[in-house]
């Protein structure tokens, strides 16, 4: 079955950096576009970064781009997240996220069909 197992979530002081990962199994990695999304509390998940499973295409939440880099490594089946510069506004659950094989990157939460349990980050002051 499908699993989608996030890592390195934790407690960081503003302006630090922290790099989330992402283990996928039970899909053909390679042909499947991948996402992060995040939510914090109160709020609705939003989409932070896509990487498309063609031509290598990443994109961005516009308030995190040149501070975050989405990198997929399909011999390994993973996709990181490197988080650099992080603000007090980063806090949140963050979620990796799969689509059915063959499709586009989204930024759209409903177009993903699978989903990890999520991993906190919080940035202090």
């Known amino acids: 079955q499908v699993q989608l197992v996030e890592s390195g979530g934790g407690l960081v002081q503003a302006g630090g950096s922290l790099r989330l990962s992402c283990a996928a199994s039970?899909?053909?990695?390679?042909?499947?576009?991948m996402g992060w999304f995040r939510q914090a509390p109160g709020k609705e998940r939003e989409f932070v970064a896509a990487a498309s499973w063609t031509a290598s295409r990443t994109y961005y939440k516009d308030s995190v781009k040149g501070r975050f880099t989405i990198a997929r490594d399909n011999a390994k089946n993973t996709v990181n997240l490197q988080m650099n510069n992080l603000k007090l506004e980063d806090t949140a659950v963050y979620y990796c996220?799969?689509?059915?094989?063959?499709?586009?990157?989204?930024?759209?939460?409903?177009?993903?069909?699978?989903w990890g349990q999520g991993t906190q980050v919080t940035v202090s002051s």
């Open positions: 996220a799969a689509r059915t094989s063959n499709l586009g990157a989204s930024q759209s939460a409903t177009d993903y069909a699978y």
């Open positions: 039970g899909f053909t990695f390679s042909q499947t576009s």
